[in-house]
Nanobody, 124 residues
Framework: QVQLVESGGGLVQAGGSLRLSCSAS????????MGWFRQAPGKEREFVAA????????YYADSVKGRFTISRNNAKNTVYLQMNSLKPEDTAVYYC?????????????????WGQGTQVTVSS
């Protein structure tokens, strides 16, 4: 079973950048579709980005398209979220998730495994 640990969150000014990392234990990382989700206080968890098992296909929420980039390194069992041009509305706890599937999914209920989350705060 894969276990997920996020890192890279922090406080940044609007317009700045952060890179989140999610490291996975276990030998089957490449069998999982990986996703990033976020949850702001008082709001539901929402889809941010997902990447298929090979890394050849990526998917983004409209709110982050063109600003965020998801990538993965299966040799390092790690998935990344590069976040540029950050806005105050990007402030949330960001979660990494894994789904044993072929196609990526935007629905958080489809994901089997979750990390503990990392806080991202963007100041105006």
């Amino acid at each position: 079973q894969v276990q997920l640990v996020e890192s890279g969150g922090g406080l940044v000014q609007a317009g700045g950048s952060l890179r989140l990392s999610c490291s996975a234990s276990g030998r089957t990382f490449s069998s999982y579709v990986m996703g990033w989700f976020r949850q702001a206080p008082g709001k539901e968890r929402e889809f941010v980005a997902a990447i298929n098992r090979s890394g050849g296909s990526t998917y983004y929420a409209d709110s982050v398209k063109g600003r965020f980039t998801i990538s993965r390194n299966n040799a390092k069992n790690t998935v990344y979220l590069q976040m540029n041009s950050l806005k105050p509305e990007d402030t949330a706890v960001y979660y990494c998730a894994a789904e044993r599937a072929v196609a990526a999914d935007r629905n958080p209920a489809a994901y089997d495994l979750w990390g503990q989350g990392t806080q991202v705060t963007v100041s105006s």
